[in-house]
């Protein structure tokens, strides 16, 4: 498996299929598992006859069948002992229920991210309370007891004013494991708290800076560091009987760079000033609440379900890796991982059972890194084939994949079945002074296309207020279809007074070709907010009115 990589598929297959054994460095892992929550979580096909996962969107599917007994009954059987042990235990307590069927998943999953590393590496799992009991002791097993470094509490959320008969949660547990005790660790600092800054660094140079003094005593008898100093105000000072802290050409360089705290009298303790400035802060302890979530307006919000912030990801990657080294993140979702990796120098390969979390992340890389992040996508369809069999096996993935080859993210309307209304995906662009959006709306078919769907979205377009229509179709247009199309008309833009077929139909045969879609230059926000909708045309400008 090499470096640098989004891949698209069921990260099980994929890493026993790619992944070379103790070739990474630091796998961060968040696996969909929430009750509460309606986002894409993972399921496997149930006829068994290969390993690729779906998606079924925004539910939560998981539950106890023909599929989780067979992964439960496989590991048991021919997974490590005490991975196998674990699960039957599981079993007896839990019964076959939806939990179990979710630990059946993970346990073969975290055996394999355990070949991947290396002797050196390390394993962050992040999980919420619903199920990190149950992952901790399964961790145990896959690792060992021995090899748990930390259970770190992460401050998710601001309190819920909303809480009834229980108290709120706004907590996630990290989990970390190493594989041996020969792992890196880069100690991170937090800032001190204001109370402490304004009750420790109680004293200000001219300048303004902060300090507090501090002894420059040794803590144990030190005879070859007791000597008198003459310092810089030509009073000699006594050292502590233990000793100064420092050698004489320390204290005249301290001396030097007005480091030294001279006191009240010439009797008294000369100390060292320590610069609130120059501290590193506070050691990272296991409560992590000084890491912000991202706001609403937060610039750095996607609107994925599950996004994380970038500073929790950059704590961990500083903390367990160094420059160079190879981070794997198999459920990277909106790529928070991959990216903060790319900002910080190190390798990564990111793996996601979507389309489109994969489309999301390739652009949020080449929107970060204005195009200097060099990574490949494998796994998407290449060719016309590979695009006939994604469809055939999944109409969801296939309207996701096809909606990324005209540079659109999915509409929200289309992110719930059969509540699209016509809109599958959409496309916001600006072409007057007026600086106001106008859209672009498409529609995927995946099966057979004919010339009422050309007028469905026809009648779209009028209903949306939209400028421009495209329908992205498998087989080949028919002929009312092309004539359907070629009725609506031109839009003309007031950008250099072009103009562009209002109904357009693009195949998937021709996008792959690399035509394009005629319209002006599009804007794809890399995000899944909500896209501005149109307000009802007026009759003074029937096609522009976007809200």
């Not at 609107?303 to 981070?327: C, F, H, M, W």
């Amino acid at each position: 498996m090499a470096e640098n990589k989004l891949y698209y598929g069921d990260n099980l297959d994929i890493l026993r299929r790619y992944a070379e054994k103790e070739t990474v460095d630091l796998v961060y892992l968040d696996p969909p598992f929430n009750s509460s929550q309606d986002y894409n979580v993972l399921f496997k096909e149930r006829d068994g006859t290969r390993s690729a996962a779906q998606v079924k969107a925004f539910k939560d599917t998981w539950a106890w069948d023909m599929e989780a007994s067979r992964t439960y009954t496989e590991t048991v059987q021919h997974g490590p002992e005490q991975v196998s042990k674990a699960l039957r235990a599981f079993q007896t307590f839990l019964g076959f229920s939806d939990m179990l069927a979710y630990l059946s998943m993970m346990a073969p999953r975290l055996v394999e991210l355990r070949r991947v590393l290396k002797d050196t590496g390390s394993i962050y799992l992040h999980c919420d309370p619903t199920a990190s009991h149950y992952l901790k002791m399964l961790m145990d097993a896959v690792f060992g007891p021995m090899r748990f470094l930390n259970e770190i509490t992460w401050k998710r959320t601001y309190s819920h004013g909303n809480v009834g008969r229980n108290y709120g949660s706004i907590c996630d547990a990290l989990l970390v494991y190493t594989k041996t005790a020969d792992y890196p660790w880069n100690q991170q600092y937090v800032p001190f708290p204001s109370e402490y800054v304004g009750a420790t660094f109680k004293f200000s140079d001219p300048d303004g800076r902060k300090w507090q003094s501090v002894t420059l005593r040794n803590p144990g008898p030190r005879p070859n560091l007791h000597f008198p100093y003459t310092a810089s105000n030509g009073i000699t000072y006594q050292p502590h009987p233990n000793g100064w802290a420092c050698d004489e050409r320390r204290l005249r360089q301290y001396d030097r760079e007005g480091r030294l705290h001279f006191p009240a009298r010439s009797t008294g303790a000369l100390r060292l000033k320590m610069f609130l400035d120059e501290s590193p802060g506070i050691k990272a302890q296991n409560l992590w609440d000084d890491i912000r979530v991202i706001g609403s307006q937060s610039a750095e919000r996607l609107g994925y379900p599950t996004q994380k912030p970038e500073a929790l990801l950059e704590r961990i990657i500083l903390a367990s890796s160094n420059e160079g080294d190879l981070v794997l993140d198999p459920f990277c979702g909106c790529g928070t991982t991959v990216a903060v990796a790319q900002r910080l120098n190190r390798r990564w390969i990111g793996i996601d059972i979507t389309c489109l979390a994969i489309n999301l992340m390739r652009r949020r890389l080449e929107s970060a890194f204005q195009g200097k992040a060099d990574f490949e996508v494998i796994g998407e369809p290449a060719a016309y084939s590979e695009a006939e069999q994604l469809a055939k096996e999944n109409p969801y993935q296939f309207q996701w994949w096809a909606l990324d080859l005209v540079g659109a993210r999915p509409a929200p309307e289309a992110q719930k079945k059969g509540s699209d209304k016509g809109i599958d995906g959409r496309l916001i662009f600006y072409d007057d002074e007026s600086g106001e959006a106008k859209q672009i709306i498409i529609s995927v078919k995946a099966g057979h296309a004919n010339v009422t769907h050309l007028r469905d979205l026809r009648g779209t377009l009028e209903r949306e207020g939209a400028q421009i229509g495209c329908l992205i179709c498998l087989e080949e247009p028919t002929q009312p279809m092309r004539a359907e199309a070629a009725g609506a008309g031109f839009y003309q833009s007031p950008l250099g007074d072009k103009m562009y077929p209002r109904l357009q139909i693009l195949t998937v045969k021709e996008l792959l070709e690399g035509k394009k879609l005629q319209a002006p230059e599009a804007r794809l926000d890399v995000t899944f907010k909500k896209a501005p909708r149109a307000r009802k045309p007026s009759a003074q400008k029937p096609l522009s009115e976007l809200g």
